[in-house]
């Protein structure tokens, strides 16, 4: 670490601005809807009675009970399908491993509503499999509600336990385990005494990712939980609401949301506060050597969980080639839907694309100093901007959006209505990801490279540019494109935020579940898909060396 | 042409003081090594002369020009790391040329200067490769002349050769030495290995928690520790405490245990001296053969024998608990053979007397 130095401008200059930025476009608006649910009609005094009155109502109190019943359930089955593919993965031969990592991780940047759509195209009231299942008589009703928003959580965010499971697997010393046995403890209970234990903070780790992005999720229950209120689907109904909106009530529900998120993280920090293992593995556990039908086990479990994982991006795919005559699909290829889509306009793929752009390299703009100045110049300001900088992370977007909508549609400082105000919500929102990338990264490069440089006489703000930049840019570009996928299929603030012209592909995905018909809405996911798919194909081949799995 | 004066020097880090209050003179053209165990100030000491630790307290001059106040980038000492920090995205070329740039030296001129760098270290016609083409010797190399080639005030070297093997270690101690030597620069070494900092410098700081021991050429420093700290790690010595229990002229009887010692000092009888004795100042005597003039003898029994090669170890235990280390380069087999009472020989002027007035 480059000890800080009275004169080094550069390092706070990176601070200041970047904490100028993140007050503005974070802190503040997360103010104004804090704000917002405390105060009274007239927008003078503090009151709770929004509080009382929200609380009271058994349909936001419902709304808070399915939000956190929705993420328990998705963290448990989340882990329960996650650790033992994690397992499967670090130590049991799998015939295609290498194949299987990538298509394993492929979820992380698929649209996870494109695959609840998906999901109701098929198991839906009238799904192709629900007409299938009753015209060969067995009774099923349909996948909504509670059932519909697990299976979904858990085959899109699976990859959240698995690889930093996988990871920790991986870590433990294998001499470890081999004292274990020798102080005479059988193979399984060594397992569950030794390697159990060391694998638990990962695991943890991953649950919590997996509970924050479920209960913050809000296209999945806007598309599967029916008649079921949720937290954030709520929020964003009662602030768009046709009846002018209700930025308290909102803001209510935007805030139980953050403490929930919150309290979640608080508990995470807790335990893992006590438990900290470093397993500095000098020797990667070899896979076992097991008996062939639970090779055979292991490689079916392993393939199928990621392959059925896919399936709903496939089938969302070979339907948006199917001819529509109304809501009904008929079994004949066409491409009419694409062209129904692109008919409506191109504007929201140009906007995508080119929005999508502007939010990647504005975050790693952002997010790489940021990320320079927490690693390399440790101080109490600097430690203060990396909470900072985190705290994108506990909030929904539904949340922050409506955040922005409060603060910046009047005063001296008008986004809403352009293009700008969804930008900044998509870097906002991206910013965790890319600190922590660009710290990741510059945890493998020595702090003596740029002390040799400095000492050559080149200045802290050029040495970063012509020496750090260059050393990083890999990680960078990666970071990059994990980013422009992530946003090129961010749905929960972008439905709060767009206006007219600058609908996205999302929005249009979004406006046909809700009208026109199947038709158009599995068009515009396909041709989300494949956004998001090409540049992290085209990136993992470009890049294998650096971790697809940073995220 | 650059003395260093470092004025009242410290450095904190929260409550530890990790450089306390040092005052230094380096002269101009010299090669001055601060030497001590790891955490004892050394490194951050050389820090803050390169300016990436702050000073807490004190000032720190190049001649007669300030230059703490100044950011290290504009401070143009020439610092070695201890693990090279070779940029990996330059070539050999680019590493040296990379200061030269940053002045803005014309093209051809960096060009020129770049080749008789790496030619004054020993690498023309290294300069189109990349770093992992080099092995640990020649990256430590393209370092030097990295830092040479802008011509610096000072060179700071942080246990430069503290990642080499031993072999190349010794032959690139020779070389800086050298160089240093024939380009009179003024130069500040750091390590921890006394035999390093003896074999290359004109004077020796030796450091401990955050303070100054000694200051001194090697010679004295060896031979005239001032503290029993300096004695003990300078090299292996025999650190013993007595009480005086007369005199003989200049040289003072000191009581340890059942045997008694000699040294030069004029404590007063009574008082508690410490002083060290270098194992091989020490001589065994040869059955029958007579000490020399105005040394000084013990009896003792020969309680362990560690053979090295050209180096003898023995220990002496002169009852009592106390043993006495010698070493020996030519062990008579003889002496050895006695296997129980042996006479060792010392000169008392080869005693350093330590908090003796």
């Not at chain 2, 920090?85 to 960096?110: C, H, M, W």
């Amino acid at each position: 670490m480059i000890a800080v130095s009275r004169r080094d401008t550069f390092p706070l200059a990176i601070t200041v601005l970047a904490l100028a930025f993140l007050s503005l476009f974070l802190l503040y608006p997360l103010l104004k809807v804090f704000g917002a649910s405390f105060l009274d009609r007239t927008g003078t005094s503090f009151t709770l009675a929004n509080y009382t009155r929200m609380l009271s109502s058994s349909f936001y109190l419902g709304s808070l009970y399915n939000s956190l019943l929705m993420g328990v359930l998705a963290t448990l089955v989340t882990t329960a399908i996650g650790v033992p593919l994690a397992f499967c993965l670090a130590r049991l031969p799998i015939p295609g491993k290498s194949a299987l990592l990538a298509l394993a991780a492929l979820p992380l940047v698929l649209p996870s509503f494109v695959a609840a759509y998906a999901l109701v195209l098929l198991l839906g009231r009238a799904g192709i499999v629900t007409r299938f299942l009753r015209d060969i008589g067995i009774p099923f009703t349909s996948i909504y509600g509670m059932t519909g928003l697990t299976v979904v959580f858990a085959l899109t965010l699976f990859p959240f336990v698995v690889f930093p499971t996988l990871a920790a697997f991986k870590a433990v010393d294998i001499s470890v385990e081999e004292a274990g046995q020798n102080l005479g403890s059988s193979r399984w209970r060594t397992f569950w005494t030794v390697t159990v234990p060391i694998v638990m903070p990962a695991v943890l780790a991953g649950a919590l990712l997996v509970f924050i992005e479920a209960i913050e999720s809000f296209g999945v229950p806007f598309v599967l939980a029916e008649d079921k209120p949720i937290l954030a689907v709520e929020a964003y109904k009662l602030f768009v609401g046709e009846l002018g909106g209700n930025p308290a009530s909102a803001g209510v529900l935007g805030v139980i949301l953050i403490v929930c998120t919150a309290l979640a993280l608080l508990l995470q920090r807790y335990y893992l506060g006590k438990r900290r293992f470093s397993t500095a593995a000098r020797r990667t556990p070899p896979e076992l050597v097991v008996a062939p039908w639970l090779r055979r086990l292991a490689a079916g479990y392993s393939w199928g969980i990621v392959l059925i994982a896919l399936v709903p991006f496939f089938a969302v795919i070979v339907i948006s080639f199917m001819e529509f005559r109304g809501p009904v699909m008929h079994p004949n290829l066409s491409l009419n839907n694409f062209r129904d889509l692109l008919n409506q306009s191109s504007r929201p793929l140009v906007n995508t694309l080119t929005l999508s752009s502007a939010a990647a390299l504005l975050a790693a703009l952002i997010g790489v100093p940021i990320g320079f100045a927490v690693t390399r110049f440790r101080s109490r300001i600097s430690d203060f901007l990396d909470i900072v900088a985190m705290t994108p992370f506990a909030v929904a977007g539904t949340v922050l959006a409506i955040g922005l909508v409060i603060s910046f549609n009047s005063g001296w400082l008008v986004l809403t209505g352009g293009w700008l105000i969804l930008v900044l919500a998509w870097v906002v929102r991206k910013i965790p990801f890319n600190v922590r990338a660009s710290a990741a990264i510059l945890h493998q490069i020595d702090p003596s490279l740029e002390e040799a440089s400095i000492n050559l006489g080149v200045s802290p703000l050029m040495t970063f540019i012509r020496l750090t930049v260059p050393l990083m840019i890999g990680g960078v570009i990666g970071g990059m494109v994990l980013t422009w996928v992530t946003v090129a299929s961010e749905l929960s603030s972008t439905v709060v935020l767009y206006s007219g012209p600058w609908a996205t592909m999302t929005v249009v995905m979004f406006q046909a579940l809700e009208g026109t018909g199947a038709g158009i809405a599995s068009a515009a996911a396909t041709v989300l898909i494949v956004v998001t798919v090409l540049p992290v194909a085209l990136v993992y081949r470009l890049l294998r060396r650096h971790e697809l799995g940073m995220m | 042409m650059t003395a260093i004066s470092i004025d009242h020097v410290s450095r904190s880090f929260g409550t530890v003081r990790a450089v306390d209050d040092v005052s230094l003179e380096v002269r101009d053209g010299e090669f001055f090594t601060l030497l001590g165990p790891s955490g004892c100030g050394k490194t951050t000491l050389l820090r803050t002369i390169a300016g990436f630790a702050d000073l807490t307290a004190g000032q720190i001059r190049f001649g007669e020009r300030r230059i703490d106040t100044l950011p290290p980038h504009r401070r143009n000492t020439g610092m070695v790391f201890q693990n090279y920090a070779i940029f990996p995205n330059l070539t050999v070329d680019g590493n040296v040329a990379y200061g030269l740039k940053a002045r803005s030296v014309p093209e051809a001129q960096i060009k020129e200067r770049v080749a008789r760098a790496l030619k004054l270290v020993h690498l023309d016609g290294y300069g189109e490769r990349w770093p992992h083409q080099l092995s640990g010797g020649q990256l430590q190399r393209v370092a030097i002349a990295r830092c040479l080639v802008i011509e610096p005030e000072v060179l700071l070297l942080d246990e430069p050769l503290s990642n080499l093997d031993a072999k190349l270690r010794v032959e690139m101690r020779a070389e800086i030495r050298q160089l240093q030597q024939s380009l009179k620069i003024t130069a500040i070494y750091v390590t921890h290995d006394q035999e390093e900092a003896l074999s290359m410098s004109d004077r020796i700081a030796v450091m401990r928690s955050g303070r100054l021991e000694q200051v001194a050429a090697p010679q004295d420093i060896y031979r005239a520790p001032a503290t029993p700290f300096v004695a003990e790690f300078m090299g292996t010595t025999n650190l013993l405490t007595g009480t005086v229990t007369g005199r003989d002229g200049d040289i003072t009887r000191i009581g340890v245990g059942q045997r008694e010692f000699r040294a030069p000092s004029r404590a007063s009888n009574g008082e508690s001296l410490t002083f060290s004795l270098r194992p091989e100042t020490v001589r065994l005597l040869a059955p029958g053969e007579a000490a020399p003039a105005g040394w000084a003898t013990l009896h003792a029994t020969l309680a362990r024998v560690e053979f090295l090669g050209a180096l003898t170890r023995l220990e002496l235990d002169l009852g009592g608990g106390t043993t006495l280390r010698v070493a020996s380069l030519d062990v008579l087999p003889g002496a050895l053979a006695t296997r129980g009472c042996v006479v060792a020989a010392y000169d008392p002027r080869r005693v350093t007397v330590f908090g003796g007035r």
